[in-house]
């Protein structure tokens, strides 16, 4: 069966280390298209670009312009490929306009172990069917975010306050997450998952739109089937900007991808990100 995010990610050869993309309208959010699926168009051209290493260990990707949907092109440098894993660059531009530029380590996550020990907590989250749609989230919500409807997101009840002009104040948030067509996940989808929820200055009542800067993403093993735990918070606001902390937990019970990403203080729809 076709899932309709490996179509959404799908990249053709073009030579010279160049992969033509169609980026879809499905994934906008606010101003522009979701960081984290731009991240896995990459991602998917990185992985072709390295043969047996098909899996992203380590990216980090800063945002330089918000991409719109259409044609894009997605340039890699593979700047080492040797033993176990490989380094590589890669660009995304739409035009003349470069959109991402990304540094990302990738290997074989099955041949490298599929150990996870961690002192980090599983959050703990009740049964989906006991948590909150995201079929409920508020309809200017629903509208300013098409992608929303890509996902079956269940939120933690205790995190949905915003929902109802009541946010927590604490800066956390956390959901079970699947595809809506039910694809399974793998590591790149991960590199979606970590900028999927909205942003967690939602829970300080500042909802709207707020534009990654920089994302760097840690897969730590590849993720079982099922449902994932996905679990934002964030520390510190300073400048204008925020960082929000991404975990995600696959049905197995284990930590599977982190994150970090620094991203500009919500604004109104349809504004610039300078």
């Known amino acids: 069966m076709a899932h309709e995010f490996d179509s959404h990610i799908q990249v053709a050869h073009a030579g010279d280390g160049r992969y033509d993309a169609d980026l879809a309208p499905g994934w906008v959010v606010g101003g522009g298209v979701n ?3 731009l991240l896995a168009v ?5 992985r072709a670009s390295l043969p047996g290493k098909p899996d ?3 990216v980090s990707a800063y945002y330089l312009s918000a991409s719109v949907p259409g044609p894009a092109t997605v340039s890699v440098d593979v700047r080492r490929d040797g033993g176990s894993i490989a380094t590589a660059a890669a660009d995304l531009r739409q035009g003349d306009d470069a959109r991402i530029t990304a540094l990302a380590t990738y290997g074989d996550l099955g041949r ?4 996870v020990a961690t002192t980090a907590e599983e959050p703990h989250l009740p049964p989906p069917g006991e948590c909150v749609p995201n079929t409920m989230a508020p309809p200017e ?5 098409p992608l929303l409807d890509r996902f079956d997101m269940r939120f933690h009840p205790d995190h949905v306050g915003w929902a109802v002009g009541k946010p927590s104040g604490r800066g956390v948030l956390s959901a ?3 595809l809506a067509d039910g694809r399974e996940p793998d590591p790149i989808s991960l590199l979606m998952v970590v900028d999927a929820l909205p942003p967690v200055t939602f829970d300080l009542g500042m909802p709207g739109w707020a534009p990654t800067l920089e994302l760097t993403a840690h897969l730590r093993a590849k993720p079982a089937p ?3 735990k996905v679990r934002h918070a964030t520390r510190n606001m300073a400048g204008g900007m925020f960082e929000e902390y991404c975990e995600v937990w696959d049905s197995a019970g284990r930590l599977c991808a982190q994150s970090r990403q620094l991203a500009r ?10």
Do not use: C, K, M, T
Not at 42 to 46: K, M, P, R, S, V
Not at 141 to 145: D, E, K, S, T
Not at 265 to 274: F, K, L, N, W, Y
């Open 42 to 46: 990459i991602g998917n051209a990185l």
């Open 265 to 274: 203080q919500p604004r109104p729809v349809g504004s610039s990100v300078e």
């Open 112 to 115: 490298l172990g599929d150990d």
């Open 141 to 145: 919500v629903l509208a300013a975010a």
């Open 56 to 58: 992203p260990i380590a």
């Open 176 to 178: 079970w997450f699947r």
């Open 226 to 228: 099922g449902w994932l």
């Open 35 to 37: 960081g984290g699926y």
